[in-house]
């Protein structure tokens, strides 16, 4: 009998873990926890308990339907206790949406079975740049958009963003990458690239994420560009679902 | 790759064998001798590996997989492609020339033939690890110092430690850690001088002749009063066994 591939240990009961990271809202009165972007591991003892691993790996083994199932599945599961006020964020490979014809069906049922409303749900695209079948891509995003999912665009000023998959796939979130909101406040250049993506998206009628907000001075320069919705360790690193309340105590 | 690192920072291997238990104990012998060691058992899990991590050594199978052929003459050409400063080890229980050509073909640095004893491997590892930090510093030594390794052991690996240490000094390093590893290098060369003259004491002199590593430390230590003596004392060795290859 053969040791077991790492993609039989991820694909496994148990074999992915959920880590939830928390989006804020600024408003009048401060920031508010008002989403949760779920990120997923594989088992501990593995090279896939590191996620840029599990995945860069994941796609070479062309398993991202199955994984993407798994990986669902696994995250609505873990916040199904979180308060239903709190939208819900899940990363989905481009190439799950456009190959795995069952998988509009799929989400829906996970949200039934979890009591999850659809319309807190969010699917953030990924690896969407080379995405061979657009027509059936788009497809299941109006399917699942019927029943009230909605769609956010990852890594938007990064290499594998492009503006034909903003203009087709018509995303509600675009999420501004690390590598343009680290460090714009001191950085002119930047701060005009963000201020482009800002009219942007008011153009397109979508709502901006700034990611991997770390820095004070990064957070008022995203708020004085008229970015209010942030996601970072300055509000919080990735933590256990099941630790919601003493998270929250603790200001994460 | 930013090859030149402090001494005292481990090497990065990746060992890569579908038999649980050789890539086990490899890592197991490896990581007890301090290197920073990772496994994995297929060819998707190493590329994967090797495209989020940086290594100095790679080191795998020929045969990836069950029923499977040449994985690893995949992978190490993927490694070669993508981390060219990545040294490769390809082990194989395929004693052919065929097998070796084809190895070396796809970029191994090294082929060995199992069952790979243990020291044998290791000795291969920082073999392979100190030729990319050497060729960071002074490109010139790699392929003389690579055919210097493996007569003598105890000379082998401080000829191998010569050049890691040559390659470690640099104008951005604490004067204080420069100058430690200034005196380590007169330690090295006065056993080498000491204990295998003149073969390797010439060896090692028509290495240097025309390496620059001597103008590389005194350009590292220009101002750093107390490193940059050192400095020059290693550098009126250096010199003295470059003159020995001429006089040999």
């Known amino acids: 009998m053969t040791d077991p591939t790492l993609l039989d240990e991820v694909l496994a009961p148990g074999g992915i873990t959920t880590c939830v990271q928390p989006i804020v809202q600024f408003r009048e009165t401060g920031f508010r926890v008002d989403a949760v972007e779920c990120l997923s591991r594989g088992p501990g003892h593995t090279n896939g308990r590191r996620a840029e691993v599990l995945f860069e790996y994941v796609r070479r083994r062309h398993a991202e339907m199955r994984v993407d199932r798994a990986c669902l599945q696994a995250a609505l599961r873990a916040v199904q206790t979180l308060p239903a006020e709190l939208d819900i964020a899940v990363n989905v490979h481009a190439a799950t949406l456009a190959n795995d014809a069952g998988f509009s069906d799929f989400v829906l049922a996970a949200c039934a079975e979890t009591g999850i409303d659809a319309r807190r749900l969010t699917l953030e695209i990924t690896e969407h740049a080379g995405t061979a079948d657009r027509r059936r891509l788009f497809s299941a995003l109006d399917s699942l958009r019927a029943c009230g999912v909605r769609f956010a665009l990852d890594d938007l000023g990064a290499g594998t963003s492009n503006y034909a998959m903003i203009l087709e796939a018509r995303p509600e979130i675009l999420k501004i990458d690390r590598f343009i909101v680290h460090g714009c406040a001191r950085d002119r250049r930047r701060l005009a690239m963000i201020r482009n993506i800002c009219d942007l998206a008011t153009q397109l009628d979508a709502t901006l994420v700034a990611e991997g907000v770390e820095e004070p001075d990064d957070r008022d320069a995203l708020l004085a560009a008229g970015i209010f919705r942030m996601q970072g360790y300055l509000f919080g690193r990735p933590f256990d679902p099941r630790s919601w309340p003493m998270a929250q105590a603790s200001g994460a | ?248």
């Open chain 2, 1 to 248: 790759m930013q090859c030149v690192r402090a001494m005292t920072e481990a090497v990065r291997v990746l060992v890569v064998d579908d038999e649980r238990t050789i890539v086990e104990s490899a890592g197991d012998y490896l990581r007890a001798r301090g290197f920073d060691v990772t496994t994995a058992r297929e060819l998707e899990e190493a590329e994967a590996l090797v495209v989020v991590d940086e290594f100095d050594v790679v080191v795998t199978d020929v045969r990836l997989r069950p029923g499977g052929r040449h994985e690893g003459l995949a992978l190490t050409a993927f490694v070669v492609d993508r981390a060219p400063a990545t040294g490769v080890i390809v082990m194989t229980a395929m004693t052919s020339d065929e097998m070796d050509r084809s190895a070396r073909e796809n970029g191994a640095c090294v082929v060995l033939h199992k069952p790979v004893p243990l020291p044998q491997l290791e000795r291969n590892v920082l073999a392979i690890a100190s030729r990319c930090t050497i060729r960071g510093a002074a490109p010139t030594l790699c392929d003389p110092l690579r055919g210097a390794c493996g007569t003598n052991p105890g000379t082998s690996a401080d000829l191998i430690r010569l050049g890691a240490l040559l390659a470690a000094v640099t104008p951005g390093r604490a004067e204080e850690d420069n100058a430690t590893t200034l005196r380590a290098i007169l330690e090295v060369l006065a056993r080498i001088d000491a204990t295998d003259r003149p073969r390797v004491a010439g060896m090692l002199g028509h290495c240097l002749s025309g390496s620059g590593a001597e103008s590389s430390i005194l350009a590292a230590t220009r101002h750093q009063a107390v490193a940059g003596a050192v400095a020059i004392e290693v550098s009126a060795r250096l010199r003295a066994l470059s003159r020995t290859i001429r006089h040999a």
